[in-house]
């Protein structure tokens, strides 16, 4: 079956550095995608990877392996304004995207 | 510019009454989505149309049917609505089928409650 793993909460303080990490187990692989959402909002993108790697975007960078199915987000100078839900997604060789459950990011003061 | 509408934000709806969500994008995207999100649970697609006049199942299509009549419009119809069907709803679109290289964008979501 296809499968998307992530922690279901985390906790960091404001101006730390946090990483979400997501493992996926899916028939093929198309790129990995994921979404910020904010409780009671819609999901928003935030990063696409497709080739191993790092990919930076201001305070947000997400890295990619697919020989391991792994990748993380990074969130660096965290704000409150960074407490939300991160979705990871998957395309798989139909070109669908599974998701993950999320992961829940709490910023403290 | 707009984005993505949905409508109604909430709804409580009696169980064996049928109802439509619509969804209306002004992006002229190719391919739009419907998923259901429930605590716990990542988004799960429900049907989905990768351009006008075609659309397919998703990994939870039974209870709900879809039309796409034109590009902007993907409506979802719950024919007789359970319980099970609580939920939040999300109509989501992108430039390419399927999401396959392009980012989706989504709607604000409706909020249904059946009892």
């Known amino acids: 079956g296809q499968n998307i793993d992530q922690p279901t909460e985390m906790t960091a303080t404001e101006g730390a550095i946090v990483q979400i990490n997501c493992t996926y187990q899916?028939?093929?692989?198309?790129?990995l995608f994921w979404y910020q959402q904010h409780a009671g909002e819609a999901p928003t993108f935030l990063s696409y990877n497709v080739l191993d790697g790092l990919e930076e975007k201001g305070r947000f960078s997400s890295f990619l392996s697919r020989s391991k199915g792994y990748s993380y987000l990074l969130l660096k100078e965290l704000q409150m304004k960074d407490s939300a839900s991160y979705l990871c997604?998957?395309?798989?060789?139909?070109?669908?995207?599974?998701w993950g459950a999320g992961t829940k990011l709490i910023i403290k003061p | 510019t707009a984005g993505i509408t949905q409508a109604p934000t909430s709804q409580i709806l009696a169980a064996g009454r049928s109802m439509t969500l619509r969804c209306t994008q002004d992006?002229?995207?190719?391919?739009m989505y419907w998923y259901r999100q429930d605590l716990g649970l990542g988004l799960r697609l429900i049907h989905y149309s990768n351009t006008a006049g075609t659309t397919g199942k998703g990994e939870v299509p039974d209870g709900y049917s879809v039309s796409r009549a034109n590009t902007d419009d993907f409506p979802l119809t719950l024919a007789s609505a359970v319980p099970s069907q609580t939920s939040v709803y999300f109509c989501?679109?992108?430039?390419?089928?399927?999401?396959?290289?392009?980012?989706?964008?989504f709607g604000p979501g409706t909020r249904l409650t059946v009892l």
């Open positions: 989501a679109s992108s430039r390419l089928p399927s999401g396959g290289y392009g980012e989706q964008f």
């Open positions: 997604a998957v395309t798989d060789s139909n070109y669908q995207l599974i």
């Open positions: 992006m002229r995207h190719n391919a």
């Open positions: 899916t028939s093929g692989f198309n790129g």
